[in-house]
């Protein structure tokens, strides 16, 4: 009963390993893909510190793909430094894990009041050319939120770029992407997008950080199993009579 115990725990634990490297690319996917959207918004962040989660759970991917690698070599070995290694690193990702969850809550929380401390700077600093990158970041996310203005495209006609411009418009970047010949005319205020880009940056960036503690807590959960597994086996280990016999001859390595 108990070798079929033992022998349960290593197919659990080896498939374990099989799905470490699975989650080891799927947490630098994440990573890379919060990393990447928050640099598209960093022009409406001023704590750069807004990235750590990203980059810690790109760290803990790599170190997932080295994990996997151990954990299958030391169960099919059943070597018990091997073992005993996969379980202490796998106890630190687990922490690190913890860690992400931690600072994600965190700067989940700090999200809004860094887009509303810097979104009013960024939208004045606009002036309309491709070559500005403030002007580049709000036709972006104007683009890709699908939005206007920092509440609705009413906030622009306080802007400097709409007192210069003199043309009675806002940013094409304003345009809805249905609507063709669009010029930014608000005497067609149905052509623009109506809602503010402010609330819609804040829910994607929330969003995607809750993305990153979900993710976090899944695999934590999954590495908590590959622990236990690798405890059976190493606690199986050390009771199995010719391994006892080898340490009372001192000849286990």
Not at 56 to 63: D, K, R, S, Y
Not at 69 to 77: P, V, Y
Not at 206 to 220: H, N
Request: proline share 3%.
């Amino acid at each position: 009963m108990g070798q079929c115990g033992v022998i349960s725990s290593k197919t659990v634990l080896i498939f374990l390993n099989l799905i470490f490297w699975a989650t080891a690319g799927i947490l630098c996917y994440i990573g890379a893909y919060v990393f990447i959207t928050y640099d598209d918004y960093d022009h409406f962040f001023e704590d750069i510190y807004t990235l750590i989660p990203s980059v810690v759970i790109i760290a803990v991917g790599t170190l997932l793909f080295i994990i996997g690698f151990i954990g299958c070599c030391a169960t099919i070995r059943e070597s018990h430094c091997g073992l005993a290694a996969f379980s202490a690193v796998l106890l630190l990702v687990f922490a690190t894990e913890v860690v992400v969850v931690v600072l994600g809550y965190i700067y989940r929380a700090k999200v809004e009041a860094e887009v509303n401390h810097s979104i009013q700077k960024v939208y004045y600093e606009y002036n309309g050319t491709s070559s500005d990158a403030p002007s580049r970041a709000v036709d972006y996310v104007q683009r890709q939120l699908h939005c206007c203005g920092i509440h609705n495209y009413s906030d622009w006609m306080n802007s400097p770029w709409f007192t210069e411009s003199r043309n009675h418009s806002v940013p094409v970047s304003c345009c809805k992407s249905t609507i063709s010949n669009c010029t930014g005319t608000l005497a067609r205020p149905g052509d623009l997008y109506p809602e503010g880009c402010e609330a819609l940056m804040v829910k994607k960036l929330k969003d995607i950080m809750l993305y990153v503690i979900l993710a976090a807590l899944t695999f934590a959960a999954i590495q908590m199993l590959g622990l236990l597994c690798a405890c059976v086996v190493l606690c199986h280990r050390g009771h199995h009579p010719a391994y006892e016999l080898l340490v009372s001859t001192g000849l286990d390595a």
